[in-house]
């Protein structure tokens, strides 16, 4: 067993939690508004809403389907060659981004649109009824009164994305991951890998509890 200093330990987890935040940062930021808008056409361009397209629509979910039945770890692997192309290395939290990004993208945008599947329909027809516009009904009426589900489904996205953040750790993504597998598997150093599923657990709850205050409100707000 190789030991490490409490001072060393202590250095090493914060890198790693800086790293994995600013990879959940990145790709949270990113994934937000290209899930949102993504989940937002997916619904429009269903069978009776407002601008239905079933080819777009069968086009649109078959792409977030592909994406959603590759387990992230292959897709990582998958998508090695193109983060090289993108960002000129596969290695690195800003890497370990892009497979993070693309699978998040997927998952918040079938979140989103089962947000959007569950407002009530005669609130939608009452704004009709009112001569509101497409673009408002979306922008006014549909996305706020889906608001507390998107918010839920944000919580849920962020949860899984720190799990696959942690994943990312495996193929040199950097990360709370990457720490608890240099240290807890490769130098079988128990504590440290406890001390990292220790962070992770809290993490989770804070990530939780926060998610659930804010959808709250976004509920009370109705």
């Known amino acids: ?12 987890i914060k890198n790693a939690f800086l790293e994995t935040f600013f990879m959940c940062g990145v790709t ?4 937000v508004v290209m899930g949102l808008l993504l989940g937002l056409f997916i619904f429009v361009t269903n069978q009776g809403e407002f601008w239905e397209n079933k ?3 069968r086009t649109g979910g078959f792409l977030i389907n592909v994406v959603r039945s590759i387990p992230f770890i292959i897709l ?9 192309f993108l960002i000129g290395t596969s290695i690195g939290p800003l890497a370990a981004t892009v497979s993070l990004t693309v699978a998040s993208t997927a998952y918040f945008a079938r979140l ?11 609130v939608l027809e ?5 001569g509101a516009s497409h673009r408002i009904i979306v922008w006014d009426v549909l996305l706020p009164e889906a608001l507390p589900g998107i918010y839920r489904g944000l919580t849920i996205m962020t949860i899984g994305l720190l799990g696959n953040s942690a ?10 991951g990457d720490l608890a ?42």
């Open 76 to 84: 990582l692997v998958v998508l090695l060659p193109f983060t090289k």
């Open 181 to 222: 597998i240099r240290f807890g598997y490769y130098r079988y150093q128990t504590d440290v890998m406890v001390i990292a599923v220790v962070l992770l657990i809290v993490l989770v709850q804070i990530i939780q509890t926060f998610g659930d205050w804010i959808a709250k409100r976004a509920d009370r707000a109705h």
């Open 126 to 130: 009452a704004a009709k009824a009112l």
């Open 55 to 57: 080819a777009l629509n």
């Open 28 to 31: 949270i930021g990113i994934s």
């Open 167 to 176: 994943n990312a750790g495996m193929v040199g993504g950097g990360g709370i």
């Open 112 to 122: 989103v649109e089962s947000s959007l599947c569950e407002v009530d329909k005669g």
């Open 1 to 12: 067993m190789i030991d490490i200093s409490f001072l060393q330990l202590l250095s090493e």
